[in-house]
Structure formats: C-alpha cells, structure tokens
C-alpha cells in the first residue's frame, strides 16, 4: 500500500551537509521509501497523505553501544574509574536479571523509553542471562525497537556475574535457537578481553564463524584495561590483536570506546572494517578520556555513536550527539583537531549507522522507513524567523520526549 508523509524533510545522506526539503513529501510502500520529494508526482495525487505542517521529520537514531541491565544504575555510580566501577556496582546489577519477572519489568520500561525518545534502531548488551536475554529481544521487538542484541559472555575475573566457561558456550548456544524474532536478532558479545577466557574466546570465533555472526565488544577504553590486557595476552602487541587472535576482529564487528587507540590500532580498523562506537559521555563520567574522532574519521574508520547506558547517564541519542560534540571540542584544545560540527556528529548518531544495517545514509529509496517527526514550537520563541537548519541544530540540542509527535521504525508507526 501506498502511504505519504508530507512536513519539513531533513537528512543527512552525506557526511557534514544536511539536506533540507521544506514542506517536502516522503512517498512509502508498504514502509518502504519509495522517494522524497519537493513536489508531489501527479501519480500519486489519490493516495493518503499524513501531513505533519510544519513539524520537522528527522531520520530517526541509532544506539549501537548500551547495556540493557545497567538501566536501572542509570545516572548513579559514576565515582570511580572502569574496572572499580564494574566490580563495585556494575556486576551487582547485572546479577539481578537472573529474575526473569524483574528483567521483563525492567527491559519494557526501557524498550518504551528507547521509542519515545527517538531511537529505533541499536546493538546491545544484556546481562549474561539466557532467559533474561529472550526477555529483553521480545520487549524490543514488542515496542518496535529494532537491531541487534548480545548474550553477554563473561567467564573470568566477573564478580557475582560470571558464569563457567563450559555454561557459557552451552548457554550462548540455547540463546542462538531462542532467538526467532523479526527484527531483533543476535550478536555475540564476548564482555571485553579482561572478562573472557582465551578458551571461551577462540569457542566465540568459531561460532561466530560457523553461524555467520556479527560481534560486538569493548576496546581500549580505560588506561588501566589496557595495561590488564597487556598482561593476560603477552603475545599480543596491542589490545585489537586479543579478538583478532580469535577470528571476532572482522567486518561490522563494533568496538565501543577506543579513547585509547593509537595510529596502529585505528589503521587495524579501518583495514579490517572495524567499527569504532564513540560513548562520549561514558568516556567523561567513568574519567576514561575523549576518544580521538576527528582522527579515526580522518583515517577511513567507520564510527557511530553510543549511550553507553549506564556508564554514559543520557538514553536519548540527541544528548548523545550533542555530547560527541563537546568531546571533540575539548579534543580540539588538546590536539588542534577540528571539532565535530551539528551535521557531522548527527550523520554519525543517524546516517553512518544505516551502513552498519545495510542500508544507505538518509532517507534513500530501497531502504526501509526510520523517522522520527518532531515539535519544536515549544522550545523558547527566537528573535527572528528561523531557517531549517537552524531548526534543526537548536532541535538536537534541546528536544525532548515532550517534542516527539510521532516515531517509525523499520515502516511501522510505533508511536504517535
Ligand atoms: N567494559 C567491559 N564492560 C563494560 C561496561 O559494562 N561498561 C563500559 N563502559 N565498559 C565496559
Ligand atoms: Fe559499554
């Protein structure tokens, strides 16, 4: 079926331009874009039309690093650095979702939240859960979320959340035949190199080999990680080579953080097609660093963006990209580094994502409806008549749930 959504159209289907199409028309069939345009062709002059009048209809986002069971530690905690911080809170919490009846309470509040703030699209991790998992990918799939989510592994050095390293391939593979979902499907998730077993690890490769799986993980985030993982893989000249050791360092596999990475290891991302998933905010409240950004995107590394919840204190990804930008203008006076402008850090939270799915960046035809449409009429009135463009700058910074009119995901209305 033919539907149109008419209202102020804008994307960014390159990196640093927006394109703006006032009052435009964004044609769809059966939820998919079929094209946006100025002028609506006379062909389809008969089909119905939603008009949202002046409201801005924005591509919606992309969330492609969160913890799922850290929610509830959301905004708490952040006083000491990474491996403190994981030992003396984090590990805690996860171990709550061995309660099959609290992760449903949990995970629905946050699949909603995730919807109303804009967000239809993520890679994240549960708890090393099973159940807890299955739990979470069904309340996504119910909200409309959609994208990607990891059983964690973890079988070492994990406090109260480990699990046993035959448990944790036994359950991983249990968790792979529970996964029959439409639009929420399995990434392996090996925690991060500290948390994991050489043996577990080269088990995760070789399923993730065997299955054809995508892998998320963390990589050099935090000085005092990065000299741990020194030591547990002496043979490795830099923290990359421990998941290339094992077949988990490959095209798509997301790596979040890399405050850390040096020339070396960014040329390894970029070489292998890795992705880089920037948390600014996480990097700031755990005192980890400000990753190099300018620097990855200058040397062909693909990099989206993360909340990082609950390292990082804000779910809604235009905090997160107004974040990524005050990071890399503190990165400016350490480095000289030209600061992430409004559309850069926007394509990165929007746009570059839409790669990471298969997609194209922007609203192109072929590719299925992610939009998000939004009210800025109650923001603070301006001096003057604004431009699109600035619409949209103050919208990312300062919109809010009270700002969202209506949220598509995947072609369907999930909100609104
Ligand atoms: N490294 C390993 N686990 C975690 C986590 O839960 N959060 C962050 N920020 N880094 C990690
Ligand atoms: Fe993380």
């Keep these: 079926m033919t539907t149109i959504l008419r209202g102020n159209i804008i994307h960014a289907p390159v990196f640093g331009k927006l394109e703006a199409v006032p009052r435009g028309?964004?044609?769809?069939?059966?939820?998919?874009?079929?094209?946006?345009?100025?002028?609506?062709?006379?062909?389809?002059?008969?089909?119905?039309?939603?008009?949202?009048?002046?409201?801005l209809i924005l591509k919606s986002f992309a969330d492609l690093h969160l913890h799922a069971p850290q929610y509830p530690m959301l905004g708490m905690g952040m006083d000491l650095p990474l491996l403190d911080w994981l030992h003396t809170y984090t590990f805690n919490t996860e171990a709550r979702f061995a309660d099959a009846a609290y992760a449903r309470r949990v995970y629905r509040q946050l699949?909603?939240?995730?919807?109303?703030?804009?967000?239809?699209?993520?890679a994240m991790f549960s708890s090393r859960h099973t159940d807890a998992t299955l739990i979470l990918m069904e309340e996504l799939e119910r909200a409309g979320v959609t994208g990607y989510v990891g059983k964690v592994n973890m079988d070492r050095d994990s406090g109260v959340a480990q699990e046993g390293t035959e448990e944790s391939i036994r359950e991983t593979l249990r968790w792979l035949d529970?996964?029959?979902?439409?639009?929420?499907?399995?990434?392996l998730t090996p925690r991060f190199t500290p948390s994991c077993s050489d043996e577990l690890?080269?088990?995760?490769?070789?399923?993730?080999?065997?299955?054809?799986?995508?892998?998320?993980?963390?990589?050099?985030?935090?000085?005092?990680?990065?000299?741990?993982?020194?030591?547990?893989?002496?043979?490795?000249?830099?923290?990359?080579?421990?998941?290339?050791k094992y077949g988990l360092w490959k095209p798509g596999t997301l790596m979040a953080h890399?405050?850390?990475?040096?020339?070396?290891?960014?040329?390894?991302?970029?070489a292998s097609g890795v992705?880089?998933?920037?948390?600014?905010?996480?990097?700031?409240?755990?005192?980890?660093?400000?990753?190099?950004?300018?620097?990855?995107?200058?040397?062909?590394?693909?990099?989206?963006?993360?909340?990082?919840?609950a390292g990082g204190d804000q779910l809604a990804m235009n905090k997160v990209v107004t974040m990524s930008i005050r990071a890399s203008k503190i990165k400016q006076l350490e480095t000289g580094a030209p600061f992430?402008?409004?559309?850069?850090?926007?394509?990165?939270?929007?746009?570059?994502?839409?790669?990471?799915?298969?997609?194209?960046?922007?609203?192109?035809?072929?590719?299925?409806?992610?939009?998000?449409?939004?009210?800025?009429?109650g923001l603070p009135e301006p001096v003057?008549?604004?431009?699109?463009?600035?619409?949209?700058?103050?919208?990312?910074?300062?919109?809010?749930?009270?700002?969202?009119t209506a949220v598509y995901s995947g072609g369907r209305k999930v909100l609104g």
């Design 25 to 55: 028309f964004l044609v769809l069939e059966d939820g998919i874009i079929r094209g946006l345009y100025a002028e609506l062709p006379p062909e389809y002059a008969a089909c119905p039309v939603t008009d949202y009048g002046n409201r």
């Design 111 to 122: 699949a909603h939240d995730l919807i109303t703030s804009g967000t239809t699209r993520v």
């Design 178 to 187: 529970g996964c029959r979902f439409a639009h929420v499907k399995p990434i």
């Design 201 to 244: 690890m080269a088990e995760l490769g070789r399923i993730a080999k065997e299955r054809g799986l995508l892998v998320q993980s963390h990589l050099s985030e935090n000085p005092g990680e990065v000299a741990l993982v020194k030591d547990l893989h002496p043979d490795c000249a830099q923290y990359w080579e421990t998941y290339d």
């Design 258 to 270: 890399c405050v850390h990475s040096d020339q070396r290891e960014q040329e390894a991302m970029a």
């Design 275 to 309: 992705w880089a998933v920037h948390c600014a905010a996480s990097n700031v409240n755990l005192c980890s660093g400000t990753a190099p950004i300018r620097e990855m995107l200058d040397r062909g590394v693909h990099v989206a963006l993360g909340s990082d919840i």
């Design 340 to 377: 992430l402008t409004v559309p850069e850090a926007y394509y990165l939270g929007a746009s570059a994502p839409q790669e990471w799915f298969g997609e194209r960046p922007g609203f192109q035809p072929g590719d299925s409806l992610h939009a998000v449409v939004v009210d800025d009429g």
């Design 384 to 404: 003057r008549e604004l431009s699109l463009s600035e619409r949209f700058e103050r919208s990312i910074y300062l919109m809010d749930k009270s700002c969202i």
